[in-house]
């Protein structure tokens, strides 16, 4: 059953056809076949047995001197006769016991001549050679056609079963042609919500026309859901931003306790800061700027030499220069989130640009504690955090990796992250070169 | 230009209350500031007396904040600094392609708000006095040695085109040498101009940022055209074309 269950839709239809191919011939065989063949063997065993008795009794009103010569004259092209005075005869062979009843039906006399009846071994198929003994004991022989009905050979198979092999190869040929359709349709389905909607052109049997139809209206469903929820984040993100600036301006004018003060800045700015991680999360995956021409390993060495500046502890490492094309903006903030996640967590970073092939490398290093193996995939998913609620102290809404996600996958290149043998972090960002 | 009274600044904003505060914290900070509702009220108090500065909101309703960008730009060289409620970096770009001087994303303190109107204030007055022209400088792109600077995006192409990034710090001083080449210019007065642009007193001594704009400047192969000038300072030897 779990055979039958990985065989494709091809495959099913074919065997089906089969099938019913199948009962068809069996059914042909069974009774179609079996009442004609009786037929012709009726005939074959009355003819035969008429040529038999005529010539057995000419030949036995005849001397035994022109016996040969009457045999011969006897025959004609279909139904050739010998005799001989004496020889050793062949038995018959069983699988013509049937037609030898049907012939000693007919002629009761040649029961007495004992009929033989074999096959011929070599020669044209499917051909009677056979003998009777006459009242002297000599010898009648006799060789004549039969209908192929009496014999099943393999020839009489394969061309009983050319038509059906035929129309399996035509059918095959058919349902392949049907059903590319629904290639299509499962490679566009694999692709759906990865960019905007391409529709599916509309062919092959109207089943499958209807499907697509589904399929694309479906597609721009999927397509309209997403688009809004997007724009509705950007929107609660773009409304929150005037309440938010309106706090921060207020809170200036309160003449709070600096102590009071500082923490609400804080808690304003931590504010603006999900904010923005939210937005760079959604326009990441959409954005508008076009990828251009830009030196990474400067862009790199920039971020790093900052955050050096700020006096912590981060140092850069490998080329001076590495042409790559990129969305500066996505990439510059990808780099930056990467960089600010080791020095959260770690407190130092060593970040080095390489290139392997065709591809630029960045790797991050850091001795934090790394991610736990089993979380190394769920750290690139939204919204999640490796911190539990109580020991919460990072700032953001756990956008930081699925950005840089979204950023390098934009580039073409991969994220990769790993726990040092040593402890720490390891990050690789890997994006191919620009050509040339 | 003389600044006898407290610079004067035109602020357009939608949201009612914001204006308020917003132009509060400035007044307190010693500009006199009027403010606009719309594009069409900024109309009028810029025809009322010119202005130092504009603080313009682009998401405003009515005209499209970007059409109302364009005719501004047309129509005047009034230093822009536009507040980006959607702080997304496309906006950025676009309002610095568009000639705005500065940009500040929403929500912001008035330090920082101040600091910016501050450094482009100061920009400006440098920019009047600098052999450089004002126009050319603001938005213009410059070239040297298949280098190109653009001053809008404040962006550093290489010769093969690809955008090499560049701190602020670094940007002024590059900027400062080519405002001046092939003039020796002492380290004094390379603190003192890098001080006046950054609009904030940095502690990054001179040599560390003169050596990483070399580096950079280097790093795509050939030689950086800063030369230093032993006991006095540095000198940008490359010929600098303004287009």
Redesign the interface.
């Known amino acids: 059953m779990t055979l039958f269950r990985r065989f494709g839709l091809p495959e099913r239809l074919l065997a089906i056809l089969l099938l019913v191919a199948g009962v068809d011939f069996a059914a042909n065989t069974l009774l179609f076949d079996r009442a004609s063949r009786f037929a012709l063997r009726e005939d074959d065993a009355a003819r035969v047995a008429e040529h038999l008795v005529i010539a057995s009794r000419a030949i036995e009103r005849t001397t035994s001197v022109d016996r040969a010569r009457v045999a011969r004259d006897l025959s004609t092209p279909r139904f050739a006769f010998e005799w001989r005075a004496k020889g050793r005869r062949a038995s018959g062979s069983v699988a013509l016991a049937g037609m030898r009843e049907q012939i000693l039906d007919v002629a009761t006399e040649l029961d007495r001549a004992d009929l033989q009846l074999h096959l011929k071994s070599m020669g044209a198929s499917g051909n009677i050679v056979g003998s009777v003994q006459l009242s002297d004991r000599s010898v009648l022989q006799f060789e004549t056609y039969a209908s192929n009905a009496w014999t099943l050979n393999a020839g009489r198979i394969a061309t009983l079963l050319l038509p059906t092999l035929v129309l399996v190869v035509l059918a095959w040929v058919l349902f392949r042609a049907t059903l590319a359709p629904l290639g299509t349709l499962v490679r566009a389905t694999r692709k759906v919500g990865a960019g905007p909607p391409v529709a599916v052109a509309e062919q092959g049997t109207e089943e499958v026309r209807e499907l697509i139809r589904a399929f694309n209206a479906m597609q721009q469903r999927i397509h309209q859901s997403m688009t809004d929820r997007t724009q509705s984040m950007l929107a609660i993100g773009h409304d929150l931003r005037t309440p938010i600036a309106r706090m921060q301006l207020r809170l200036e004018n309160t003449g709070l306790d600096s102590e009071t003060m500082g923490d609400m800045t804080g808690d304003l700015s931590e504010m603006r800061h999900m904010l923005e991680s939210l937005q760079a999360f959604v326009e990441t995956g959409g954005s508008q700027l076009k990828a251009d021409r830009l030196d990474v390993a400067v862009m790199t060495q920039t971020l790093v030499d900052t955050a050096a500046d700020e006096g912590r502890d981060a140092t850069f490492h490998g080329l001076e220069s590495l042409e790559i094309i990129a969305r500066p903006v996505s990439l510059r903030r990808a780099l930056s989130n990467l960089l600010e996640n080791a020095l959260h967590y770690a407190g130092s970073v060593r970040v080095t640009v390489s290139r392997d092939g065709d591809t630029a490398q960045i790797a991050f290093d850091d001795d934090g504690p790394g991610i736990p193996e089993d979380r190394l995939d769920d750290v690139l998913q939204p919204f999640v955090r490796l911190d539990t609620a109580r020991s919460r102290d990072t700032p953001g809404m756990g956008l930081g990796l699925p950005i840089v996600h979204r950023a390098v996958t934009l580039e073409g290149g991969t994220l990769q992250l790993r726990n040092n043998k040593d402890g720490g972090l390891c990050v690789l960002v890997r994006i191919p070169c620009a050509i040339g | 230009m003389e600044h006898m009274q407290s610079p004067s600044i035109v602020l357009v904003e939608d ?1 009612g ?2 204006r308020t ?2 132009a ?2 400035l007044r307190e900070n010693g500009y006199t500031v009027r403010t606009a509702a719309t594009g069409a009220e900024m109309w009028v108090a810029l025809e009322g007396e010119p202005a130092d500065l504009v603080v313009l909101d682009i ?1 405003l309703p009515g005209t499209s904040g970007i059409e109302l960008f364009r005719r501004l730009r047309r129509q005047s060289d009034v230093p822009i600094i536009f507040v980006s ?6 906006d950025r ?1 676009l309002g610095l392609e568009l000639g705005a001087d500065d940009y500040v994303a ?5 330090r920082e708000l101040v600091a910016r109107i501050g450094a482009v204030l100061r920009r400006g007055n440098s920019n009047g006095s600098d052999s450089a022209g004002d126009s050319g400088q603001r938005s213009g792109d410059i070239h040297f040695e298949g280098w190109t600077v653009s001053m809008a995006r404040r962006e550093l192409h ?1 010769p ?8 602020g710090a ?1 940007f002024d001083l590059l900027a400062t040498f080519m405002g001046q080449p092939q003039r020796v210019l002492g380290r004094e007065r390379l603190i003192e101009l890098s001080r006046t642009r950054l609009g904030d007193s940095s502690d ?1 001594s001179v040599d560390v940022l003169v050596s ?1 704009l070399r ?2 400047l280097s ?3 050939g030689n950086a055209p800063i030369v230093t000038v032993r006991g006095v300072g540095y000198m940008f030897r490359a010929e600098v074309n303004r287009a």
């Open positions: 949201d209350p914001l505060l917003t509060r914290a998401m409620a959607r702080g997304s970096e496309e770009v929403k929500p912001f303190s008035t290489s093969s085109g690809a955008m090499v990034d560049l701190t670094e990054r990483r580096r950079k790093a795509a192969g």
